[in-house]
């Protein structure tokens, strides 16, 4: 089970950061995740980080504005967002992936679980 907070309604510039908390499974044997889903658009990968958080990736519409970062003692994962854009509006979601190899590396289109979204509005 994956659980997102920390959304919510933010001016164009700021920030905010989202966190996800995983349970039920070893959270350290998996890549972790973020998709956005804005209204009228297909989801999309934001960004992800591999289980020992050495390797991370980025959509390039949010390079250099996001963090993604992991505590693994605390199954958690989170997203800082800042300089936040109209176009940031979405519902997030988190998501994982198995690694049982324990790699460190993570892509977009290995997904086992999902976590219900939060829901950012970013106002102009």
């Known amino acids: 089970q994956l659980q997102a907070s920390g959304g919510g309604l933010v001016q164009a510039g700021g920030s905010l950061r989202l966190s996800c908390v995983g349970s039920?499974?070893?959270?350290?044997?998996?890549?972790t995740l973020w998709f956005r889903q804005a209204p009228g658009k297909e989801r999309e990968g934001v960004s992800c980080?591999?289980?020992?958080?050495?390797?991370?990736q980025y959509a390039e519409s949010v390079k250099a504005r996001f963090t993604i970062s992991r505590d693994n003692a605390k199954n958690t994962v989170y997203l800082q967002m800042n300089g936040l854009k109209f176009e940031d509006t979405a519902i997030y979601y988190c998501a994982a992936a198995a690694d049982p190899f324990r790699t460190d590396h993570c892509n977009f289109n290995d997904v086992d679980y999902w976590g219900k979204g939060t829901l950012v509005t970013v106002s102009s």
């Open positions: 980080i591999g289980n020992e958080g050495g390797h991370t």
């Open positions: 039920g499974f070893r959270f350290d044997s998996y890549a």
